[in-house]
């Protein structure tokens, strides 16, 4: 009875979650991704399907051409472009811009801002990763980048579907109540549920979409689940840190459950406070 209770539970979430209304995966991201986990890609194709965008192409001549990638010589194709910058970077480009896309903002400024900071902390995230990365440092920084902006992407749908969000987030401090908490005693769902079916749907892999929904769980943001794998806590102590550096470099002090997460982070990575302000220092032109 209790497993069947639970399934029942399960299915009603899911039900709230779907008339939510999760924006479909475009279908030029979902041939990008297929193109960049094949054995051989084709850049030719890659090119001409980000070409047939014009705001995706002006996007990718852009980080091609900036400080970051630039050569001697501009590139003046989104051929050229894709080769300078890589695929995988390419894809990550791409699915940033389309996801943003997929939210039309219209004058809400709380959902402008939202996008502004998830970009910077993608970036700060990426950065930090490959500081604190493995040998498979520039595979930890893609990844670290990507779940970074799909991270709190279920906020973003709150916002648009509920006038009252805002509120409810500013409570969180007040009350001195975690933000799923009030989430699922409002809404019967959390943000993370949001994200994670958002990020499934969008055929991201396994450990982003799990670090998606389980990036506000106490004992994951400790590093210590053990039904979680060590790359999924990494991604989400990664992302901590990075929001951690944003917010300070912003001038604003963290809350109490970012900070916690923060610290049980840093631990993680064997990093101090000192490494901490490094970041932070160093924010302003990573970020920018």
Same mark, same amino acid.
């Given at each position: 009875m209790l497993a069947q209770a639970r399934t029942t539970q399960a299915d009603e979430v899911d039900r709230m979650v779907a008339e939510i209304g999760i924006p479909p995966c475009p279908s030029v991201l979902a041939t990008l991704i297929r193109?960049?986990?094949a054995d051989e890609p084709d850049f030719a194709r890659v090119s001409s399907l980000i070409a047939s965008d014009v705001g995706l192409s002006a996007a990718m001549l852009k980080v091609a051409?900036?400080?970051?990638?630039?050569?001697?010589?501009?590139?003046?194709?989104?051929?050229?472009?894709?080769?300078r910058i890589g695929l995988k970077n390419a894809v990550q480009l791409v699915t940033g811009l389309l996801l943003r896309q997929a939210?039309?903002?219209?004058g809400n400024a709380s959902?402008?801002?939202?996008?502004?900071?998830?970009?910077? +902390?993608?970036?700060?995230?990426?950065? +930090?990763?490959?500081?604190?990365?493995?040998?498979?440092a520039a595979a930890e920084r893609e990844l670290a980048y990507t779940f970074s902006l799909f991270r709190e992407c279920g906020t973003a749908l709150m916002l648009l579907r509920f006038p009252d969000y805002p509120r409810l987030v500013a409570a969180t401090e007040k009350l001195d109540r975690r933000l799923t908490d009030l989430e699922q005693a409002r809404y019967g769902f959390t943000h993370t549920q949001v994200g994670y079916e958002l990020a499934h749907s969008w055929l991201l892999n396994d450990t982003l979409c799990t670090a998606v929904l389980h990036h506000h769980s106490p004992d994951a943001m400790r590093g210590r689940r053990s039904d979680l794998s060590a790359a999924c806590m990494r991604l989400i102590a990664i992302a901590a840190i990075a929001e951690t550096v944003y917010r300070i470099d912003g001038g604003e002090t963290p809350g109490k459950e970012l900070a916690t997460a923060t610290k049980f982070a840093l631990l993680q990575f064997s990093l101090t406070s000192v490494d901490l302000d490094n970041f932070?220092?160093?924010?302003p032109a990573i970020a920018n």
């Open positions: 193109e960049a986990r051409n900036s400080a970051m990638y630039g050569g001697n010589a501009s590139v003046d194709s989104v051929r050229g472009a894709v080769m939210f039309a903002a219209d959902l402008e801002q939202f996008w502004e900071s998830s970009a910077r +902390i993608a970036v700060l995230s990426a950065h +930090i990763a490959g500081q604190v990365g493995s040998k498979a932070v220092r160093e924010a």
